[in-house]
T-cell receptor, first 113, second 112 residues
Framework: ETGVTQSPTHLIKTRGQQVTLRCSSQ?????VSWYQQALGQGPQFIFQ???????GRGNFPPRFSGLQFPNYSSELNVNALELDDSALYLC????????????FGSGTRLTVV | GESVGLHLPTLSVQEGDNSIINCAYS??????FIWYKQESGKGPQFIID?????DKRQGQRVTVLLNKTVKHLSLQIAATQPGDSAVYFC???????????FGKGTTLSVSS
């Protein structure tokens, strides 16, 4: 059984650029949730995808968007990057939309300069 | 909005001591609580969870206590080891919600 894998592990982007982060869910999991973790803070919910549809969204602007594919992997896209977008982006997979049994990946460290 | 908070940002203990990490939550509609451990450069790792219809749950060397009257959650770690050094987060899920709400975390430092 494989866990959650995220790529890339680290990324540096320039303000105004766009970025795509990727997540492969744990085997058997059909739900992916994305979180943003600023330095020294707890993770904040961005959105959740279930069966290729967005199933809940946190307080993030529309320039944060996502996709889920038929194999349940997911992408997080951020347009028009701002300096405050610098953070660790975490992907968590689970079964059937629930928060029980979340498995987190190790995250993608995004730095915006 | 509602959020989960921790009482202390840091906790330093000696190896072999028992550790207690506290968390206060404010949403009475929360029905599920989790403790996570996060080591440097890694994602949060599940430690133990508890549903709102329980007040205590035990795992291996860890115990979670839930006091719904005062909206308080605690994590007790027995015989703390250097490998327990990490940041600990409590998280809550509001009933019928899809997201976890995390607190800011407590950094546990264990010295030998």
């Amino acid at each position: 059984e494989t866990g959650v894998t995220q790529s890339p592990t680290h990324l540096i982007k320039t303000r105004g650029q766009q970025v795509t982060l990727r997540c492969s869910s744990q085997s058997g999991h059909n739900t992916v949730s994305w979180y943003q973790q600023a330095l020294g803070q707890g993770p904040q919910f961005i959105f959740q995808y279930y069966r290729e549809e967005e199933n809940g969204r946190g307080n993030f602007p529309p320039r944060f968007s996502g996709l889920q594919f038929p194999n349940y992997s997911s992408e997080l896209n951020v347009n028009a990057l701002e300096l405050d977008d610098s953070a660790l982006y975490l992907c968590a997979s689970s079964l059937d939309r629930v928060a029980y049994g979340y498995t987190f990946g190790s995250g993608t460290r995004l730095t915006v300069v | 909005g509602e959020s989960v908070g921790l009482h202390l940002p840091t906790l330093s203990v000696q190896e072999g001591d028992n550790s207690i990490i506290n968390c206060a939550y404010s949403n009475s509609a929360s029905d599920y609580f989790i403790w996570y451990k996060q080591e440097s450069g890694k994602g949060p790792q599940f430690i133990i969870d508890i549903r709102s219809n329980m007040d205590k749950r035990q795992g291996q060397r860890v115990t979670v206590l839930l006091n719904k009257t005062v909206k308080h959650l605690s994590l007790q770690i027995a015989a703390t080891q250097p490998g327990d050094s990490a940041v600990y987060f409590c998280a809550e899920k509001v009933e019928a919600g899809t997201a976890l709400i995390f607190g800011k975390g407590t950094t546990l430092s264990v010295s030998s």
